[in-house]
């Protein structure tokens, strides 16, 4: 066990993602913790942060922490291959939108054509005389 460990808050501040998701690290095993007794009950200690989560913070081996950026980008082939992978996709979910969109179009002009016509209301009247006309037992005049 190391002397010095983070707390959860720290731990989503160095690799700079929420507290939920650290609880989602630690639950998966992504980050090695402990469940110690705090002040305010049990809490979480996070013993290190492996260099694959974020390559800028690292452990050295006197376990002090070190920033350490690493200049190594993908090799040209993987991010080449990555690129049209994406790219096909995004060209897929584009098709499905389209074919979605046609596809909703085609029941809005159903759904007119089942719907009744609107009766046009007949404005030459006042309001107040349509609605005694439509009551029953009022008097007609």
Avoid: C, H
């Amino acid at each position: 066990m190391t002397n010095q460990t983070l707390n959860i808050n720290e731990a989503a501040s160095k690799l700079n993602v929420s507290t939920r998701t650290i609880r989602r690290y630690i639950k998966a095993g992504k980050l090695k913790a402990e469940l110690v007794k705090g002040s305010f009950g049990d809490e979480y200690r996070i013993l290190e942060l492996p260099a694959q989560l974020d390559p800028n913070v690292s452990f050295d081996g006197n376990n002090s922490e070190t920033n350490k950026t690493l200049d190594k980008p993908l090799p040209t082939n993987i991010s080449i291959e990555l690129i049209r992978e994406l790219q096909e996709k995004n060209l897929a979910l584009a098709a499905q939108l389209g074919a979605a969109a046609e596809r909703i179009r085609n029941l809005e002009n159903q759904v007119k054509l089942l719907a009744p016509p609107k009766e046009e209301k007949d404005t030459s009247e006042s309001w107040w005389s349509r609605v005694f006309k439509r009551r029953k037992g009022s008097p007609q005049e």
